[in-house]
């Protein structure tokens, strides 16, 4: 076992669910036999990461929320210190991490406690930055492509996908082998999805989006992942064919409703070390963006999460050290 530098770290938390994001002084996190002490150099900031501030999770998960909380889902480092059961991580080797309403205090901090099995080392050809804001939503896009059970040839409908599902969504897709019909936001979000593959792109919020679908597929949309919810994307499923399958991830507002004849499937991005694994697969079969629109330092916290409300691309990101 190796022992972290320090006792006590900088981090941006809040006293009480509701309340403002400040800087704290806190304790290094102690670890426990089956974890990683990773010292965080990048996190994310996720869209749901106010919701969590408010006690969203807590309320959902349960669990024993201690205060001051530490928010952060998601981030990437340096292994400090290493469990004594865990096999497969040593002291300084670099890796990414997810962990939801961790106990030991999320990533906007110095310093990050995790499960070992909820770590992986970082895809060679991914920086410690891109990798901090992965975690987190590429998950929440793989789940999604498994959900539709995606297979090589077929068409997919990517709606959202300039955000920060959505962009990693589109390249996974390419990668398995679909067409790739990405419906994008601005003309920023236009460019981006054609950088990263997408056979064709189409503003949401102001280009015909079922007519470019049924351009795409004559035949019918065969599978739809929607990271937004709202009028456009209800009308753009109407491209999808009978027998089509849509998913959608939980917290999409308002929620997706299909017609007869498709299946709707709702769910969570839920890790483990064989999706881990496979992510990883992917992602190093060639050049992947992760998109960081924008970096924030930790305690600029809670700027970040105003920024959150404005347009933006991808991923917005935390330096804690």
Known sequence: MTQAAQST???????QFGGPITPHTLPVPEVGADEILIRVE???????????????????????????????????????????????FNKGDRVYALA????????????????????????????????GVLPVDAMTALCGLEALNLKAGESVLIFGASGGVGHLAVQLAKRMGARVLAVASGNDGVELAKRLGADEVVDGH???VLAAARKFA???????????????????????????RVAFPNGVEPEPTARPGIKLTSYNGEPNS???AKLNSLVEKGPFEVHVARTFPLDKAAEAHRALDEHYLGKIALRPS
């Open 42 to 88: 990048s996190a994310g900031v996720g869209v749901w990461d106010p919701f969590e501030a408010e006690g969203g999770f807590a309320q959902i998960y349960g669990g024993n929320p201690k205060f001051p909380y530490v928010l952060g889902t998601d981030g990437a480092g340096t292994v400090e210190e290493v469990g004594r059961d865990v096999r497969g």
């Open 274 to 276: 064989e999706r881990i």
């Open 100 to 131: 939801l309403v961790n106990e030991k205090g999320g990533f906007y901090a110095e310093y990050a406690a995790v499960k070992a099995k909820d770590a992986s080392k970082i895809p060679r050809n991914l920086t410690v930055e891109q990798a």
């Open 218 to 244: 004559p035949g019918g949309i065969d599978a739809a992942l929607l990271t937004a919810g709202g009028k456009e994307a209800e009308r753009a499923l109407e491209a999808v064919r009978d027998g089509g």
């Open 9 to 15: 770290m900088h981090a941006a938390a809040i006293d």
């Open 206 to 208: 102001k280009d015909d």
